[in-house]
Structures are given as C-alpha cells and as structure tokens.
C-alpha cells in the first residue's frame, strides 16, 4: 500500500502564497506518476498537474499554468505543489494521488489509483 499525506494548505488572502506538500510512504513503484487535482464545493474533482517521479517531467493543466508548479524532492519522497497569485476561485480541498506508470500510460490514464485525505486552501478575496 501506498500512503500519502497532504500538508500545507490554508486560509490566505488573493494574491498570496502556499505550498502544498505530499508525503508519501510504503509500498513505491519503480516508476511512478505523482499528481495534484482538487475539488470545490458543488464541483468535481479536476486535475491540477502531475509529475513522472523518475524522470521529473511536469504536466501542469492550463488553466493554472504560470501560477502553479508541480516539483518532487526524492530524497525526502514528497511532493509539491507552489500556488502563486492564488485567486478566490483556487478554493478547493486539494489531493496528491500516485499511480504506476506503465507503457502506454498518458498523465490521466489510467486514473490514479492512490489518493491522500485532501488539504483545504481557502482564498479570501
């Protein structure tokens, strides 16, 4: 099994700062995909960025592109996520979830199989 741990989120004014941490623990796979996706109240889950933990590719969705950085620390076996300019619309439970990533594998496919408890970011405006 495979456990990962969010931290990091909070209530912060539009504009600022945060940095979400994943801290992941147990069972790891020789070559894995690593993500952040969030969800706001009344919508659904939607994919933030994601990173391919051997190689340190990043996949970030567009709509946060420019604002959000995905990076991993190996040696610590955590993952990021830096939300710059945060927006009142950025509010949302974000989640860190894993994956194998095998041949074939696209960054949203197959769907993770792994996921956090979720960390709360909540932009005042």
């Known amino acids: 099994q495979v456990q990962l741990v969010e931290s990091g989120g909070g209530l912060v004014q539009a504009g600022g700062s945060l940095r979400l941490s994943c801290a992941v623990s147990?069972?790891?796979?020789?070559?894995?995909?690593m993500g952040w996706f969030r969800q706001a109240p009344g919508k659904e889950r939607e994919f933030v960025a994601a990173v391919r933990w051997r190689s340190g590719s990043t996949y970030i969705a567009d709509f946060v592109k420019g604002r959000f950085t995905i990076s991993r620390d190996s040696a610590k076996n955590t993952l990021y996520l830096q939300i710059n300019s945060l927006k009142p619309e950025d509010t949302a439970v974000y989640y860190c979830?894993?994956?194998?990533?095998?041949?074939?594998?696209?960054?949203?496919?197959?769907?993770?199989?792994?996921w956090g408890q979720g960390t709360q970011v909540t932009v005042s405006s």
């Open positions: 979830a894993a994956r194998d990533w095998k041949s074939g594998s696209t960054w949203l496919v197959p769907p993770y199989d792994y």
């Open positions: 147990g069972r790891t796979f020789s070559n894995y995909a």
